[in-house]
């Protein structure tokens, strides 16, 4: 708590100039405002009608609450604390581009408060979330993966703990049921029997893989992008790293993967 109180007011501070700056963007669908009474972590929060409000497209260091044997990541504390700074007892509004209801029934939504400043985009200026989102809720990931991209390079919160580094394809076998974004070249690219493979290594027996279901080639095809053209191509790409012949990440929507210059 003395690290939070010790960062919060240099997350005030690179908060400030970017208050006015939001709208709420077009194409979302606008609901009544809502009063924030308790802070959860640093991307949930109970509202005085005694709705969890999950806030969606961005992950914050997660805290333990109540789950036996897990740990706190780091700059979890921060994360909900600078949260707090932000919408604790004010209104918001709740806006949704996509699912409103994840399965444990919290609302799925983009926050906004009176002044118009978008709190997701704040979380991730300040470094203390990075972008996360879901097939059914890919609205303002463009705008996010930019903003996050800013303060990664600026190295802000948890841009500069190791824990959250961005790996290499060769280091993420011992990183198995955690989320990670991972820098690479894909050597090869292609469909077979209705399933797309991204392979980042010679050997897609022990390698690390992309995996992409019939679904997601759907999605794909939709945003106008063959699976077969990110070979030879740099990408950034995030989700869980899963193991099956190596270390792989199943991709479910384009979004998961930006590719580089």
């Known amino acids: 708590m003395v690290l939070a109180r010790l960062l919060l007011p240099i997350v005030l501070a690179v908060l400030a100039p970017a208050r006015l700056a939001a709208q709420v963007p077009p194409g979302l669908?606008?609901?009544a405002e809502a009063t924030v009474a308790e802070i959860i972590d640093g991307d949930t929060v109970l509202l005085a009608d005694g709705r969890q409000v999950r806030l969606v497209g961005i992950q914050a260091p997660k805290l333990p609450l109540g789950r036996a044997g897990f740990k706190a990541w780091p700059l979890a504390e921060e994360a909900k604390a600078?949260?707090?700074a932000l919408v604790a007892g004010k209104t918001v509004?709740?806006?949704h581009g996509g699912a409103r209801l994840d399965r444990h029934?919290?609302?799925l939504a983009q926050l906004f408060l009176t002044d118009g400043a978008?709190?997701?985009g704040l979380m991730l200026r300040t470094g203390l979330a990075r972008v996360y989102t879901f097939p059914d809720n890919r609205a303002l990931a463009a705008e996010m993966l930019a903003i996050e991209s800013e303060a990664r390079n600026a190295g802000r919160g948890i841009w500069a703990e190791p824990y959250y580094a961005v790996r290499a394809p060769e280091d993420v076998g011992a990183d198995r049921d955690s989320f990670q974004i991972v820098e690479g070249t894909v050597i090869e690219a292609s469909v077979v029997g209705g399933r797309?493979?991204?392979n980042f290594g010679p050997d897609w027996r022990t390698d690390f893989t992309l995996s992409?279901?019939?679904r997601a080639l759907r999605l794909f095809k939709q945003a106008g992008v063959a699976v077969e053209t990110f070979a030879g191509r740099r990408v950034r790409v995030r989700g869980?790293?899963?193991s099956f012949n190596g270390a792989m990440i199943e991709i479910t929507h384009p979004e998961q993967i930006e590719v580089l210059p």
Request: glycine share 8%; proline share 0%; no cysteine.
């Open 240 to 242: 869980w790293i899963d």
């Open 82 to 84: 600078a949260l707090a």
């Open 29 to 31: 669908e606008v609901e």
């Open 196 to 198: 797309g493979y991204l």
């Open 93 to 95: 509004t709740l806006a």
């Open 212 to 214: 992409l279901d019939s």
């Open 118 to 120: 978008w709190v997701e």
């Open 105 to 107: 029934g919290r609302v």
